[in-house]
């Protein structure tokens, strides 16, 4: 058997049709072992400078404080890419490859509804209906309920990381719901919330003037400056 499996249909290999999925999931995974190791481990000394019970690791992991800090990152996360999706339907940026032509239509405006008799299309599209209507919707839809559940999961560690440091300096507890309410809560969410925006506007206009052969988020290397999309 071959290192990298191969597709009966086309002879491309797993791997390959697969890159990018697999090169992220093993970053993300390499990274996120490494986020529960090292905070595990600030927990442990921080536990003993204080002359605290030192968590064990699952304790960490079921913590507020390591639900927070996971959370409070995925929801950033998926805001951006959700409000990206929003912003890249109605909004331009000349001379970007992140931005749709400015006067020209775009195949990613064509309505979906005039392949209804395509036998390749996709079934929403054949079907139509709400199920249509869902399914061109469908990317934007998965990124705000991510965002939802990752607010949920970072309101919920936040409030019992919260409450326990108000225990131990004689403060008052609040109920989840109250957390929304902190100043710890939003700066929490917005030290998080700015960056990612930063970074997209830095995206959105380098790709004016900056190119990378070979890479789908930039624009060819020869075309002009001013030529809008890929």
């Known amino acids: 058997m071959t290192l990298a499996l191969r597709d009966r249909t086309n002879g491309s290999s797993v791997v390959?049709?697969?890159?990018?999925?697999?090169?992220?999931a093993l970053v993300f995974v390499v990274c996120f072992v490494g986020m529960v190791w090292a905070g595990w481990r600030v927990s442990v000394e921080d536990a003993l400078q204080h002359g605290q019970a030192v968590e064990s690791l699952w304790g960490f992991l079921t913590s507020g404080d390591f639900a927070e800090a996971t959370f409070e990152n995925w929801e950033s996360?998926?805001?951006q890419m959700g409000a990206y999706i929003v912003?890249?339907?109605?909004l331009f940026q000349k001379g970007s490859s992140e931005s749709e032509p400015m006067d020209e239509e775009s195949q990613h405006d064509e309505d979906p509804r005039e392949h209804a008799d395509d036998p390749r299309a996709p079934w929403p599209v054949r079907r139509g209906g709400i199920a249509l209507v869902l399914y061109e919707n469908s990317l934007l839809i998965l990124f705000a309920v991510l965002f939802l559940g990752s607010v949920v999961g970072h309101v919920i560690g936040g409030a019992a990381a919260y409450n326990e440091e108000q225990l131990e300096h004689g403060g008052a507890v609040v109920s989840a719901w109250g957390y929304l309410g902190t100043s710890q809560f939003w700066f929490e969410s917005m030290q998080n919330w700015q960056s990612e925006f930063l970074v997209i506007s830095v995206m959105v206009v380098a790709t004016v003037s900056l190119r990378q052969r070979g890479s789908s988020q930039s624009k060819p290397v020869?075309?002009?400056?001013?030529?809008?999309?890929d």
């Not at 390959?16 to 992220?24: M, Q, Y």
């Open 77 to 79: 996360e998926f805001l």
């Open 87 to 90: 912003f890249t339907v109605f």
């Open 16 to 24: 390959r049709r697969n890159g990018l999925l697999i090169a992220n």
């Open 222 to 229: 020869a075309a002009p400056t001013e030529q809008t999309g």
